[in-house]
């Protein structure tokens, strides 16, 4: 069973940084894409990035705007997102996923995903 466990979030004022840590076990982490999205109040979950164990990365640029870094820690089977700059509009829970395919942007292609953490940017 494909387990992702998500780490890192909390309140950071404005202009601060982050980094949001997913664990996972040894066979997602060599066999499936992880990427990050995240979901806002009453707003619908959306691609922030995703990495291959190749290191192929995407990301939403609209969102990022160079702002946050996806990369993977191989010793550690864990993925991580940097996020500096951060702002009020990036207050959302952050989830990581695991898909099999590429590094695609829906929500729908990927079959697991975490539990999420928190991230709240004061103004």
């Not at 820690?73 to 898909?99: G, I, R």
Request: net charge positive; glycine share 10%.
């Amino acid at each position: 069973q494909v387990q992702l466990q998500e780490s890192g979030g909390g309140l950071v004022q404005t202009g601060g940084s982050l980094r949001l840590s997913c664990a996972a076990s040894e066979r997602t982490f060599k066999t499936r894409v992880i990427g990050w999205f995240r979901q806002g109040s009453g707003k619908e979950r959306k691609f922030v990035a995703a990495i291959s164990w190749s290191g192929a990365i995407a990301y939403d640029e609209d969102s990022v705007k160079g702002r946050f870094t996806i990369s993977r820690d191989h010793a550690k089977n864990m993925v991580h997102l940097q996020m500096n700059s951060l702002q009020p509009e990036d207050t959302a829970v952050y989830y990581c996923a695991a898909t099999k395919f590429g590094t695609p942007s829906s929500p729908r292609l990927y079959d697991y995903w975490g539990n999420g953490t928190l991230v709240t940017v004061s103004s």
